[in-house]
Protein backbone atom coordinates (compact mmCIF):
# COMPACT_ATOMS: atom_id res chain seq x y z
CA UNK A 1 0.00 0.00 0.00
CA UNK A 2 1.01 3.57 -0.90
CA UNK A 3 0.20 5.39 2.51
CA UNK A 4 0.66 8.59 0.98
CA UNK A 5 -1.28 7.80 -1.95
CA UNK A 6 -4.09 6.32 0.34
CA UNK A 7 -3.91 9.81 1.99
CA UNK A 8 -4.51 11.78 -0.78
CA UNK A 9 -7.31 9.56 -1.67
CA UNK A 10 -8.72 10.47 1.55
CA UNK A 11 -8.52 14.05 1.18
CA UNK A 12 -9.69 13.68 -2.19
CA UNK A 13 -12.89 12.34 -0.77
CA UNK A 14 -12.95 14.66 2.14
CA UNK A 15 -13.33 17.17 -0.86
CA UNK A 16 -16.13 15.13 -2.57
CA UNK A 17 -18.32 14.97 0.87
CA UNK A 18 -18.03 18.95 0.94
CA UNK A 19 -19.18 19.12 -2.36
CA UNK A 20 -22.08 17.17 -2.12
CA UNK A 21 -22.88 18.98 1.15
CA UNK A 22 -22.24 21.88 -1.11
CA UNK A 23 -19.83 23.93 1.02
CA UNK A 24 -17.90 23.69 -1.97
CA UNK A 25 -18.36 23.85 -5.76
CA UNK A 26 -18.58 20.49 -7.21
CA UNK A 27 -16.08 21.70 -9.69
CA UNK A 28 -13.28 21.77 -8.39
CA UNK A 29 -9.64 20.50 -10.31
CA UNK A 30 -8.04 18.80 -7.97
CA UNK A 31 -5.08 18.26 -10.28
CA UNK A 32 -2.35 20.19 -8.35
CA UNK A 33 -3.44 18.37 -4.76
CA UNK A 34 -0.70 16.66 -2.97
CA UNK A 35 0.72 14.59 -0.16
CA UNK A 36 4.49 15.22 0.24
CA UNK A 37 7.09 14.24 3.12
CA UNK A 38 7.20 17.97 5.31
CA UNK A 39 10.88 19.47 5.62
CA UNK A 40 11.00 18.94 9.18
CA UNK A 41 10.04 15.73 10.77
CA UNK A 42 8.77 17.80 13.67
CA UNK A 43 5.70 19.03 11.36
CA UNK A 44 4.48 15.62 11.14
CA UNK A 45 4.38 12.36 8.83
CA UNK A 46 2.97 14.04 5.87
CA UNK A 47 1.64 17.56 4.95
CA UNK A 48 -1.16 18.33 1.84
CA UNK A 49 -1.18 21.70 -0.14
CA UNK A 50 -5.15 21.27 -0.78
CA UNK A 51 -6.55 23.81 1.07
CA UNK A 52 -4.08 26.09 -0.93
CA UNK A 53 -4.58 24.75 -4.09
CA UNK A 54 -9.14 24.99 -4.05
CA UNK A 55 -9.19 28.19 -1.68
CA UNK A 56 -9.42 30.61 -4.26
CA UNK A 57 -11.74 28.78 -6.75
CA UNK A 58 -13.80 27.45 -3.64
CA UNK A 59 -14.01 31.51 -2.73
CA UNK A 60 -12.64 30.58 0.89
CA UNK A 61 -9.44 32.13 2.35
CA UNK A 62 -6.87 28.67 2.48
CA UNK A 63 -7.01 28.19 6.24
CA UNK A 64 -10.93 28.67 6.46
CA UNK A 65 -10.82 25.53 4.20
CA UNK A 66 -8.60 24.13 5.82
CA UNK A 67 -10.05 24.03 8.89
CA UNK A 68 -12.75 22.42 7.35
CA UNK A 69 -10.79 19.59 6.03
CA UNK A 70 -8.75 18.81 9.27
CA UNK A 71 -11.95 18.44 10.95
CA UNK A 72 -12.77 15.51 8.86
CA UNK A 73 -9.14 14.03 8.80
CA UNK A 74 -9.27 13.79 12.40
CA UNK A 75 -12.27 11.71 12.07
CA UNK A 76 -10.27 9.12 10.16
CA UNK A 77 -8.71 5.99 12.21
CA UNK A 78 -5.43 6.65 10.46
CA UNK A 79 -5.01 9.78 11.54
CA UNK A 80 -3.78 10.72 14.90
CA UNK A 81 -3.37 15.15 14.36
CA UNK A 82 -3.30 17.63 11.90
CA UNK A 83 -2.89 20.86 12.26
CA UNK A 84 -2.76 23.74 10.01
CA UNK A 85 0.50 25.16 9.36
CA UNK A 86 1.46 28.52 7.65
CA UNK A 87 -1.22 30.47 5.45
CA UNK A 88 -2.98 27.20 4.94
CA UNK A 89 -0.59 24.12 4.86
CA UNK A 90 -2.18 21.11 6.38
CA UNK A 91 0.15 19.07 8.18
CA UNK A 92 -0.80 15.59 9.53
CA UNK A 93 0.79 13.27 12.08
CA UNK A 94 -0.62 8.98 11.24
CA UNK A 95 -1.68 7.00 14.19
CA UNK A 96 1.33 4.43 15.09
CA UNK A 97 -1.14 1.85 14.23
CA UNK A 98 -1.12 2.73 10.80
CA UNK A 99 2.75 2.29 10.77
CA UNK A 100 2.50 -0.98 12.21
CA UNK A 101 -0.62 -1.95 9.88
CA UNK A 102 2.31 -1.32 6.82
CA UNK A 103 4.97 -2.74 8.55
CA UNK A 104 2.44 -5.97 9.06
CA UNK A 105 1.61 -5.63 4.96
CA UNK A 106 5.17 -5.55 3.93
CA UNK A 107 5.21 -9.03 5.90
CA UNK A 108 2.25 -10.52 3.84
CA UNK A 109 3.22 -8.88 0.73
CA UNK A 110 6.96 -9.71 0.71
CA UNK A 111 8.90 -8.97 -2.58
CA UNK A 112 5.47 -7.46 -4.01
CA UNK A 113 5.44 -4.60 -1.63
CA UNK A 114 6.52 -1.26 -3.65
CA UNK A 115 4.58 -3.27 -7.18
CA UNK A 116 2.07 -1.35 -8.63
CA UNK A 117 -0.16 -1.02 -11.35
CA UNK A 118 -0.15 2.73 -11.82
CA UNK A 119 1.34 1.93 -15.31
CA UNK A 120 -1.89 0.20 -16.57
CA UNK A 121 -0.22 -2.00 -18.94
CA UNK A 122 0.91 1.35 -21.03
CA UNK A 123 3.32 -0.30 -23.76
CA UNK A 124 6.55 1.83 -23.13
CA UNK A 125 9.95 1.49 -25.82
CA UNK A 126 12.95 2.11 -23.31
CA UNK A 127 15.91 2.56 -25.93
CA UNK A 128 19.36 2.35 -24.20
CA UNK A 129 23.15 1.53 -25.41
CA UNK A 130 22.65 1.70 -29.00
CA UNK A 131 26.61 2.30 -29.49
CA UNK A 132 27.66 2.27 -33.32
CA UNK A 133 29.01 -1.43 -33.74
CA UNK A 134 32.32 -0.70 -34.49
CA UNK A 135 34.01 -2.37 -31.43
CA UNK A 136 33.24 -3.46 -27.97
CA UNK A 137 31.20 -1.18 -25.26
CA UNK A 138 33.84 0.94 -22.99
CA UNK A 139 32.69 2.34 -19.71
CA UNK A 140 31.30 5.71 -21.15
CA UNK A 141 28.37 3.22 -21.84
CA UNK A 142 28.29 1.03 -18.98
CA UNK A 143 26.84 4.26 -17.61
CA UNK A 144 23.28 4.60 -19.84
CA UNK A 145 23.13 0.76 -20.40
CA UNK A 146 22.63 0.74 -16.08
CA UNK A 147 20.51 3.65 -16.45
CA UNK A 148 17.98 2.28 -19.55
CA UNK A 149 18.20 -1.45 -17.89
CA UNK A 150 17.04 -0.17 -14.50
CA UNK A 151 14.70 2.33 -15.99
CA UNK A 152 13.06 -0.22 -17.12
CA UNK A 153 12.45 -2.53 -14.34
CA UNK A 154 11.56 -0.01 -12.59
CA UNK A 155 8.83 1.04 -15.18
CA UNK A 156 8.09 -2.71 -15.35
CA UNK A 157 7.51 -2.78 -11.15
CA UNK A 158 4.63 0.20 -11.75
CA UNK A 159 3.18 -2.08 -14.19
CA UNK A 160 3.97 -0.93 -17.74
CA UNK A 161 4.49 -3.04 -20.46
CA UNK A 162 8.19 -2.10 -21.30
CA UNK A 163 10.10 -3.05 -24.41
CA UNK A 164 13.86 -3.05 -23.74
CA UNK A 165 15.36 -1.96 -27.46
CA UNK A 166 19.37 -1.85 -28.96
CA UNK A 167 19.47 0.39 -32.02
CA UNK A 168 21.83 -0.33 -34.36
CA UNK A 169 23.49 2.33 -36.62
CA UNK A 170 24.85 0.42 -39.27
CA UNK A 171 24.43 2.48 -41.99
CA UNK A 172 26.34 4.65 -42.49
CA UNK A 173 30.46 5.74 -43.37
CA UNK A 174 31.82 4.45 -39.58
CA UNK A 175 30.81 0.71 -40.61
CA UNK A 176 32.73 1.28 -43.93
CA UNK A 177 35.76 2.32 -42.03
CA UNK A 178 35.48 -0.50 -39.41
CA UNK A 179 34.58 -3.08 -42.65
CA UNK A 180 37.86 -1.54 -44.32
CA UNK A 181 39.72 -1.93 -40.29
CA UNK A 182 38.54 -5.91 -40.39
CA UNK A 183 39.87 -6.38 -43.89
CA UNK A 184 43.29 -5.10 -42.95
CA UNK A 185 43.35 -8.24 -40.27
CA UNK A 186 41.89 -10.23 -42.25
CA UNK A 187 44.91 -9.89 -44.64
CA UNK A 188 47.30 -9.60 -41.92
CA UNK A 189 45.63 -13.07 -40.52
CA UNK A 190 46.48 -14.36 -43.89
CA UNK A 191 50.40 -13.60 -42.74
CA UNK A 192 50.24 -10.18 -44.52
CA UNK A 193 53.03 -7.98 -43.57
CA UNK A 194 50.24 -4.84 -42.79
CA UNK A 195 52.50 -2.74 -40.60
CA UNK A 196 51.45 0.32 -38.67
CA UNK A 197 47.38 0.98 -39.05
CA UNK A 198 46.83 3.49 -41.50
CA UNK A 199 45.25 7.12 -40.31
CA UNK A 200 41.38 7.23 -40.24
CA UNK A 201 41.25 2.97 -39.53
CA UNK A 202 40.19 1.25 -36.49
CA UNK A 203 43.59 0.05 -34.74
CA UNK A 204 42.37 -1.74 -31.56
CA UNK A 205 43.36 -5.24 -31.32
CA UNK A 206 39.52 -6.46 -30.75
CA UNK A 207 39.61 -7.13 -34.80
CA UNK A 208 41.87 -8.90 -34.93
CA UNK A 209 40.31 -12.41 -34.09
CA UNK A 210 37.88 -10.97 -36.67
CA UNK A 211 39.80 -11.02 -39.43
CA UNK A 212 40.82 -14.55 -38.32
CA UNK A 213 37.28 -15.42 -38.68
CA UNK A 214 37.31 -13.90 -42.09
CA UNK A 215 40.20 -15.96 -43.60
CA UNK A 216 38.86 -18.99 -41.73
CA UNK A 217 35.25 -18.81 -43.71
CA UNK A 218 36.56 -16.87 -47.21
CA UNK A 219 40.44 -18.35 -47.45
CA UNK A 220 42.17 -16.16 -50.23
CA UNK A 221 38.62 -14.81 -51.68
CA UNK A 222 38.62 -11.31 -50.76
CA UNK A 223 42.58 -10.46 -50.78
CA UNK A 224 42.44 -9.32 -54.01
CA UNK A 225 39.47 -8.09 -55.42
CA UNK A 226 37.99 -4.84 -55.59
CA UNK A 227 36.20 -2.78 -52.69
CA UNK A 228 32.99 -2.43 -54.40
CA UNK A 229 32.58 -6.52 -54.39
CA UNK A 230 33.84 -7.38 -50.80
CA UNK A 231 33.15 -4.61 -48.62
CA UNK A 232 29.02 -5.44 -48.41
CA UNK A 233 29.92 -9.14 -47.42
CA UNK A 234 32.83 -7.96 -45.24
CA UNK A 235 30.66 -5.11 -43.57
CA UNK A 236 27.85 -7.88 -42.86
CA UNK A 237 30.32 -10.29 -41.12
CA UNK A 238 31.92 -7.68 -39.20
CA UNK A 239 28.67 -6.21 -37.87
CA UNK A 240 27.55 -9.80 -36.45
CA UNK A 241 30.62 -10.17 -34.95
CA UNK A 242 30.56 -6.86 -33.41
CA UNK A 243 26.96 -7.17 -32.50
CA UNK A 244 27.92 -10.55 -30.64
CA UNK A 245 30.85 -9.02 -28.72
CA UNK A 246 28.30 -6.05 -27.84
CA UNK A 247 25.75 -8.62 -26.42
CA UNK A 248 28.40 -10.72 -24.76
CA UNK A 249 29.30 -7.41 -22.89
CA UNK A 250 25.95 -6.35 -22.03
CA UNK A 251 25.24 -10.11 -20.45
CA UNK A 252 28.33 -9.89 -18.08
CA UNK A 253 26.54 -6.42 -16.69
CA UNK A 254 23.15 -8.80 -16.52
CA UNK A 255 21.11 -6.94 -19.33
CA UNK A 256 19.35 -8.96 -21.90
CA UNK A 257 17.50 -7.00 -24.04
CA UNK A 258 13.98 -7.96 -26.13
CA UNK A 259 14.81 -5.92 -29.38
CA UNK A 260 17.62 -5.59 -31.77
CA UNK A 261 16.74 -2.63 -34.16
CA UNK A 262 18.56 -2.37 -37.37
CA UNK A 263 18.96 0.70 -39.36
CA UNK A 264 20.39 -0.95 -42.56
CA UNK A 265 17.42 -2.76 -42.23
CA UNK A 266 14.76 -0.05 -41.97
CA UNK A 267 17.04 1.57 -44.88
CA UNK A 268 16.26 -1.60 -47.18
CA UNK A 269 12.72 -1.70 -45.84
CA UNK A 270 12.00 1.73 -47.40
CA UNK A 271 11.31 2.59 -44.26
CA UNK A 272 12.98 5.87 -44.47
CA UNK A 273 10.83 6.73 -47.57
CA UNK A 274 7.99 6.18 -45.67
CA UNK A 275 8.54 8.53 -43.10
CA UNK A 276 9.59 11.13 -45.60
CA UNK A 277 5.94 10.24 -47.45
CA UNK A 278 4.29 11.29 -43.92
CA UNK A 279 6.13 14.38 -43.80
CA UNK A 280 5.76 15.53 -47.22
CA UNK A 281 1.77 14.89 -46.69
CA UNK A 282 1.84 17.03 -44.04
CA UNK A 283 3.52 19.87 -45.92
CA UNK A 284 6.15 19.59 -43.36
CA UNK A 285 9.20 19.17 -46.01
CA UNK A 286 10.69 22.33 -47.82
CA UNK A 287 13.68 23.19 -49.96
CA UNK A 288 15.52 26.23 -48.21
CA UNK A 289 18.53 27.27 -47.95
CA UNK A 290 19.66 27.47 -43.78
CA UNK A 291 21.45 29.89 -42.06
CA UNK A 292 25.44 29.69 -41.66
CA UNK A 293 26.25 27.66 -38.14
CA UNK A 294 27.48 30.05 -35.42
CA UNK A 295 30.91 30.44 -35.38
CA UNK A 296 31.47 29.91 -39.42
CA UNK A 297 33.45 32.34 -41.58
CA UNK A 298 31.27 33.75 -44.70
CA UNK A 299 34.09 32.27 -46.59
CA UNK A 300 33.78 29.19 -45.07
CA UNK A 301 30.00 28.64 -45.60
CA UNK A 302 28.16 27.93 -49.20
CA UNK A 303 24.44 28.38 -49.21
CA UNK A 304 22.63 25.30 -50.91
CA UNK A 305 19.40 24.58 -51.73
CA UNK A 306 18.80 22.06 -49.24
CA UNK A 307 15.44 19.24 -48.42
CA UNK A 308 14.63 20.77 -44.87
CA UNK A 309 12.15 19.52 -42.19
CA UNK A 310 10.22 22.32 -40.66
CA UNK A 311 11.39 21.19 -37.05
CA UNK A 312 11.16 24.53 -36.00
CA UNK A 313 7.35 24.36 -35.97
CA UNK A 314 7.40 21.62 -33.18
CA UNK A 315 10.40 23.50 -30.64
CA UNK A 316 13.14 22.95 -32.47
CA UNK A 317 16.10 26.03 -32.78
CA UNK A 318 16.23 25.53 -36.94
CA UNK A 319 14.95 23.17 -39.82
CA UNK A 320 17.17 20.43 -40.03
CA UNK A 321 17.96 19.05 -43.41
CA UNK A 322 17.40 15.21 -44.29
CA UNK A 323 19.45 14.87 -47.12
CA UNK A 324 22.98 15.19 -47.71
CA UNK A 325 24.65 16.78 -51.22
CA UNK A 326 24.76 13.78 -52.99
CA UNK A 327 20.88 13.44 -52.33
CA UNK A 328 21.69 10.32 -49.32
CA UNK A 329 19.62 10.54 -46.43
CA UNK A 330 21.00 12.44 -43.47
CA UNK A 331 21.10 10.09 -39.97
CA UNK A 332 18.60 12.37 -38.55
CA UNK A 333 15.90 11.42 -41.64
CA UNK A 334 17.33 7.55 -40.31
CA UNK A 335 16.14 8.62 -37.12
CA UNK A 336 12.84 9.94 -38.31
CA UNK A 337 12.31 6.62 -39.83
CA UNK A 338 13.36 4.77 -36.44
CA UNK A 339 10.81 6.41 -34.42
CA UNK A 340 7.82 6.15 -36.72
CA UNK A 341 8.98 2.53 -36.87
CA UNK A 342 8.52 2.28 -32.92
CA UNK A 343 5.21 4.36 -33.24
CA UNK A 344 4.25 1.65 -36.02
CA UNK A 345 4.85 -1.03 -33.29
CA UNK A 346 2.31 0.95 -30.84
CA UNK A 347 4.13 2.45 -28.63
CA UNK A 348 2.89 6.16 -27.68
CA UNK A 349 5.68 6.83 -24.80
CA UNK A 350 9.39 6.38 -25.96
CA UNK A 351 12.42 6.72 -23.84
CA UNK A 352 15.90 7.07 -25.31
CA UNK A 353 18.68 7.19 -23.59
CA UNK A 354 21.93 8.86 -24.68
CA UNK A 355 25.47 9.98 -24.34
CA UNK A 356 26.78 13.35 -22.88
CA UNK A 357 27.78 14.23 -26.59
CA UNK A 358 24.44 14.07 -28.16
CA UNK A 359 22.80 16.44 -25.66
CA UNK A 360 22.37 19.11 -29.24
CA UNK A 361 20.08 16.23 -31.12
CA UNK A 362 17.62 16.25 -28.45
CA UNK A 363 15.06 19.05 -29.41
CA UNK A 364 15.41 17.84 -33.68
CA UNK A 365 14.57 14.40 -32.35
CA UNK A 366 11.76 15.75 -30.07
CA UNK A 367 10.11 17.68 -32.84
CA UNK A 368 10.14 14.91 -35.08
CA UNK A 369 8.38 12.18 -33.26
CA UNK A 370 5.64 15.04 -32.71
CA UNK A 371 5.62 15.48 -36.67
CA UNK A 372 5.91 11.92 -37.20
CA UNK A 373 3.38 11.05 -35.00
CA UNK A 374 0.78 13.94 -35.39
CA UNK A 375 1.63 14.90 -31.71
CA UNK A 376 0.23 11.09 -30.71
CA UNK A 377 3.93 10.23 -28.92
CA UNK A 378 5.62 11.05 -26.68
CA UNK A 379 9.66 10.72 -26.65
CA UNK A 380 11.83 11.75 -23.45
CA UNK A 381 15.48 11.88 -23.78
CA UNK A 382 17.82 10.67 -20.87
CA UNK A 383 21.22 12.61 -21.11
CA UNK A 384 23.36 10.21 -19.07
CA UNK A 385 26.61 12.59 -18.09
CA UNK A 386 30.09 11.61 -18.59
CA UNK A 387 31.82 8.75 -16.06
CA UNK A 388 35.37 9.64 -14.77
CA UNK A 389 37.20 6.24 -14.22
CA UNK A 390 39.75 6.92 -11.80
CA UNK A 391 41.79 4.59 -9.51
CA UNK A 392 42.78 5.70 -5.97
CA UNK A 393 42.40 9.40 -7.05
CA UNK A 394 43.91 8.91 -10.32
CA UNK A 395 42.46 9.54 -13.47
CA UNK A 396 42.66 6.60 -16.17
CA UNK A 397 42.96 7.77 -19.40
CA UNK A 398 41.17 5.93 -22.52
CA UNK A 399 40.74 6.32 -25.83
CA UNK A 400 38.18 4.24 -28.31
CA UNK A 401 40.16 5.40 -31.72
CA UNK A 402 43.08 4.70 -30.38
CA UNK A 403 42.26 0.91 -29.18
CA UNK A 404 43.47 2.11 -25.45
CA UNK A 405 40.07 2.24 -24.32
CA UNK A 406 39.30 0.46 -21.01
CA UNK A 407 36.13 -2.11 -21.78
CA UNK A 408 32.73 -2.10 -20.04
CA UNK A 409 34.23 -6.06 -19.72
CA UNK A 410 37.09 -5.24 -18.75
CA UNK A 411 35.35 -2.89 -15.37
CA UNK A 412 33.00 -5.86 -14.29
CA UNK A 413 35.76 -8.12 -14.04
CA UNK A 414 37.52 -5.66 -12.09
CA UNK A 415 34.88 -4.86 -10.04
CA UNK A 416 31.80 -7.01 -10.56
CA UNK A 417 28.94 -6.29 -12.14
CA UNK A 418 26.69 -5.38 -8.97
CA UNK A 419 29.12 -2.65 -7.90
CA UNK A 420 29.22 -1.54 -11.64
CA UNK A 421 25.11 -1.43 -11.80
CA UNK A 422 24.76 -0.24 -7.98
CA UNK A 423 27.37 2.79 -8.52
CA UNK A 424 26.31 4.29 -11.88
CA UNK A 425 23.23 5.08 -10.07
CA UNK A 426 24.35 7.03 -6.80
CA UNK A 427 24.18 10.38 -8.93
CA UNK A 428 21.75 11.52 -11.12
CA UNK A 429 22.24 11.06 -14.85
CA UNK A 430 22.28 14.42 -16.09
CA UNK A 431 25.16 15.38 -13.13
CA UNK A 432 29.28 14.37 -13.82
CA UNK A 433 30.19 10.58 -12.31
CA UNK A 434 33.44 9.65 -10.90
CA UNK A 435 34.19 5.81 -10.20
CA UNK A 436 36.91 5.22 -7.98
CA UNK A 437 38.18 1.55 -8.78
CA UNK A 438 39.99 1.88 -5.28
CA UNK A 439 37.12 3.60 -3.38
CA UNK A 440 34.14 1.12 -4.81
CA UNK A 441 35.36 -1.97 -3.62
CA UNK A 442 36.51 -0.47 0.10
CA UNK A 443 34.25 -1.73 3.04
CA UNK A 444 33.18 1.34 4.27
CA UNK A 445 30.34 3.84 4.61
CA UNK A 446 31.88 5.86 1.89
CA UNK A 447 31.07 2.89 -0.14
CA UNK A 448 27.46 2.91 -0.85
CA UNK A 449 27.37 -0.81 -2.67
CA UNK A 450 29.23 -1.81 0.78
CA UNK A 451 26.87 -0.01 2.86
CA UNK A 452 22.91 -1.34 1.40
CA UNK A 453 24.70 -4.65 1.20
CA UNK A 454 26.34 -4.81 4.73
CA UNK A 455 22.59 -3.86 5.97
CA UNK A 456 21.03 -6.82 4.00
CA UNK A 457 23.53 -9.38 5.23
CA UNK A 458 22.85 -7.63 9.40
CA UNK A 459 19.35 -8.69 8.27
CA UNK A 460 20.16 -12.63 7.91
CA UNK A 461 22.72 -12.14 10.80
CA UNK A 462 20.27 -10.85 13.28
CA UNK A 463 17.31 -13.64 12.11
CA UNK A 464 20.47 -16.10 12.58
CA UNK A 465 20.83 -14.63 15.94
CA UNK A 466 16.94 -14.95 17.00
CA UNK A 467 17.10 -19.08 15.82
CA UNK A 468 19.91 -19.46 17.68
CA UNK A 469 18.15 -17.93 21.14
CA UNK A 470 15.00 -19.04 21.20
CA UNK A 471 14.36 -22.73 20.29
CA UNK A 472 12.11 -23.29 17.26
CA UNK A 473 11.77 -19.43 16.41
CA UNK A 474 10.62 -18.82 13.34
CA UNK A 475 11.75 -15.94 10.89
CA UNK A 476 9.41 -16.61 8.20
CA UNK A 477 7.51 -13.58 7.14
CA UNK A 478 4.03 -15.50 7.27
CA UNK A 479 4.79 -15.87 11.13
CA UNK A 480 5.92 -12.61 11.80
CA UNK A 481 3.06 -11.21 10.30
CA UNK A 482 1.42 -12.50 12.72
CA UNK A 483 3.30 -11.70 15.97
CA UNK A 484 2.43 -8.58 18.13
CA UNK A 485 4.04 -5.68 17.08
CA UNK A 486 2.13 -2.98 19.18
CA UNK A 487 5.84 -4.23 21.28
CA UNK A 488 7.40 -1.68 18.37
CA UNK A 489 7.08 1.91 20.45
CA UNK A 490 9.85 3.44 20.46
CA UNK A 491 10.73 6.53 18.13
CA UNK A 492 13.50 4.80 17.00
CA UNK A 493 11.76 1.94 15.53
CA UNK A 494 8.46 3.63 14.27
CA UNK A 495 11.40 5.87 12.49
CA UNK A 496 12.53 3.52 10.57
CA UNK A 497 9.40 1.74 9.86
CA UNK A 498 8.41 5.22 8.59
CA UNK A 499 11.25 5.03 6.05
CA UNK A 500 9.99 1.49 4.78
CA UNK A 501 6.56 2.88 4.60
CA UNK A 502 8.01 5.37 1.79
CA UNK A 503 8.96 2.65 -0.46
CA UNK A 504 5.94 2.08 -2.83
CA UNK A 505 6.01 6.04 -3.25
CA UNK A 506 9.60 6.53 -4.19
CA UNK A 507 9.04 3.37 -6.52
CA UNK A 508 6.13 5.02 -8.14
CA UNK A 509 7.67 8.44 -8.33
CA UNK A 510 11.23 7.12 -9.12
CA UNK A 511 9.18 5.38 -12.55
CA UNK A 512 6.66 8.09 -13.52
CA UNK A 513 9.70 10.82 -13.23
CA UNK A 514 12.26 8.24 -15.51
CA UNK A 515 14.55 9.00 -12.40
CA UNK A 516 15.99 5.26 -11.31
CA UNK A 517 18.47 6.97 -8.93
CA UNK A 518 16.01 7.22 -6.75
CA UNK A 519 16.09 3.98 -5.77
CA UNK A 520 19.54 3.99 -4.94
CA UNK A 521 19.45 6.69 -3.03
CA UNK A 522 16.63 5.48 -0.95
CA UNK A 523 18.30 2.01 -0.32
CA UNK A 524 20.93 4.29 1.28
CA UNK A 525 19.06 6.10 3.61
CA UNK A 526 17.07 2.85 4.49
CA UNK A 527 20.61 1.40 5.04
CA UNK A 528 21.38 4.63 7.11
CA UNK A 529 18.30 3.84 9.41
CA UNK A 530 18.54 0.44 10.11
CA UNK A 531 22.55 0.76 11.19
CA UNK A 532 21.58 3.52 13.19
CA UNK A 533 19.15 1.43 15.11
CA UNK A 534 21.98 -1.52 15.14
CA UNK A 535 24.60 1.59 16.66
CA UNK A 536 21.53 2.72 19.46
CA UNK A 537 21.02 -1.06 20.54
CA UNK A 538 24.89 -0.99 21.49
CA UNK A 539 24.22 2.11 23.49
CA UNK A 540 20.64 1.21 24.77
CA UNK A 541 20.58 -2.38 25.63
CA UNK A 542 16.41 -1.95 25.63
CA UNK A 543 16.67 -1.45 21.94
CA UNK A 544 19.01 -4.51 20.65
CA UNK A 545 16.77 -7.08 18.36
CA UNK A 546 17.67 -10.13 20.51
CA UNK A 547 16.21 -8.87 23.85
CA UNK A 548 17.33 -11.70 26.56
CA UNK A 549 14.56 -13.30 28.10
CA UNK A 550 11.66 -11.63 26.09
CA UNK A 551 10.42 -14.05 22.86
CA UNK A 552 7.94 -11.29 22.37
CA UNK A 553 10.21 -8.43 22.14
CA UNK A 554 12.42 -10.36 19.76
CA UNK A 555 10.26 -11.28 17.45
CA UNK A 556 8.76 -8.04 17.21
CA UNK A 557 12.25 -7.05 16.64
CA UNK A 558 12.96 -9.47 14.33
CA UNK A 559 9.52 -8.63 12.04
CA UNK A 560 11.05 -5.29 11.90
CA UNK A 561 14.32 -6.41 10.76
CA UNK A 562 12.74 -8.93 8.40
CA UNK A 563 11.01 -6.47 6.74
CA UNK A 564 13.86 -4.16 6.42
CA UNK A 565 15.53 -7.52 4.10
CA UNK A 566 12.55 -7.59 2.12
CA UNK A 567 12.31 -4.25 0.97
CA UNK A 568 16.24 -3.80 0.37
CA UNK A 569 16.45 -6.91 -1.70
CA UNK A 570 13.12 -5.49 -3.49
CA UNK A 571 15.09 -2.31 -4.23
CA UNK A 572 18.31 -4.55 -5.62
CA UNK A 573 16.24 -6.57 -7.43
CA UNK A 574 15.10 -3.39 -9.80
CA UNK A 575 18.70 -2.42 -9.72
CA UNK A 576 19.33 -5.65 -10.66
CA UNK A 577 22.05 -5.61 -7.96
CA UNK A 578 22.29 -9.73 -6.33
CA UNK A 579 21.53 -9.09 -2.40
CA UNK A 580 24.10 -10.97 -0.11
CA UNK A 581 23.18 -12.84 3.18
CA UNK A 582 26.60 -12.69 4.09
CA UNK A 583 29.93 -10.13 3.48
CA UNK A 584 33.09 -11.71 3.19
Known amino acids: MNIFARLHDDILSIVGELSAAAVLPSDLNIDRVSVETPRDASFGDMSSNVAMVLAKNAGMKPRELALLIVEKLLALPL ?18 SAWRDILREILVEGPGYGASDIGAGQKVNVEYVSANPTGPLHIGHARGTVFGD ?37 REALGEAIGEIP ?20 KNKWVNAPESEWLPEIRRFTVDAMMRLVREDLAALGVNQDTFVS ?26 VLEPPKGKKPDDWEPRPQELFRATEYGDDVDRPLRKSDGSWTYFASDIAYHFDKFERGYRTMIDVWGADHGGYVKRMQAATKAITNDAAELDVKICQIVKLMD ?89 AGVNLAKLDDVVELGLIK ?21 AYYLQELAAEFHGLWTKGRERPELRFIVDGDEAKTQARIALVRAVQIVIESGLKILGVEPVEELR
Request: net charge negative; charged share 25%; glycine share 6%.
Open 79 to 96: VSNAEIAGPGFINITLDE
Open 150 to 186: VLASLLENAGFDVAREYYMNDAGTQVDVLSRSAHLRY
Open 199 to 218: SGLYPGDYLIPVGQAIAEKY
Open 263 to 288: EQELVNQGKVEAAHTVLTERELIYTG
Open 392 to 480: NGEPIKMSKRAGTFVTLRDLVDEVGKDVVRFIMLTRSNDAPLEFDLKKVTEQSRENPVFYVQYAHARCHSAMRLAADAFPNFDTSRTYL
Open 499 to 519: VLGAWPRVAEGAALTHEPHRI
